[in-house]
């Protein structure tokens, strides 16, 4: 999994529930042809990523067809999970 392009946004609560900062990112990946998530039209991985003071976390995401935007019902491996938070910091506000 190589994540080759993203678009990330500030989603904002007027309600104030929710505590510290949330961000959308749209990871756009490219996949071996041999791998269950490929789709021809792209695979993409929505996240929804929170901060809050010093903790930075990952608080949900699901993969989807780039093309259809249809939701594939996958789950990361830990190791995926650890490049995706990675990327999330690093990008932040960018």
């Known amino acids: 999994m190589v994540i080759n392009e993203h678009i990330v946004d500030e989603m904002l609560d007027p ?5 510290g900062e949330r961000y959308q990112f749209r990871l756009y990946l490219t996949l071996d ?12 991985l929505r996240v929804i990523f929170a901060v809050d003071g010093d903790e930075e976390r990952i608080a949900s995401y699901h993969f ?5 935007e ?4 996958f789950e990361l491996e830990d190791d995926e999970k650890e490049i995706v938070l990675a990327f999330c ?6």
């Open 15 to 19: 309600t104030g529930i929710i505590t």
């Open 33 to 44: 042809e041999e791998d269950e998530l490929y789709a021809e039209g792209g695979t993409g």
């Open 64 to 68: 989807f067809e780039r093309a259809s």
């Open 70 to 73: 249809k939701v594939l019902d």
């Open 89 to 94: 910091k690093e990008n932040v506000g960018k």
